[in-house]
């Protein structure tokens, strides 16, 4: 059985700080796998947006192996 965490999430906008710590705390607390947001409002994703929505470098490259895994197994 796989612990693979998906969250999918309608942010209705990213441009507020607040809002991006949040998706940030998510992710990193429950482990999430594959993020995939919507309406994020943003017009450019810079490295400060990145860094204020996702979590830290560590944690990100065993979301990407995760996900380079699963998607090699054929889902």
């Known amino acids: ?3 693979n965490n ?8 990213l441009n507020n700080r607040e809002r991006r710590s949040v998706v ?3 992710v990193a607390q429950e482990r999430i796998s594959v993020v995939c947001l919507h309406e994020t409002k943003v017009a450019s994703v ?3 947006f990145q860094s204020e929505s ?5 944690l990100l490259r065993r979301i990407i192996d995760k996900a380079n895994a699963w998607m090699g197994a054929g889902f």
């Open 6 to 13: 998906i969250l999918i999430w309608n942010a209705r906008g």
């Open 1 to 3: 059985m796989s612990n």
């Open 54 to 58: 996702l979590p830290p470098a560590a």
């Open 24 to 26: 940030r705390n998510l």
């Open 46 to 48: 810079s490295g400060t």
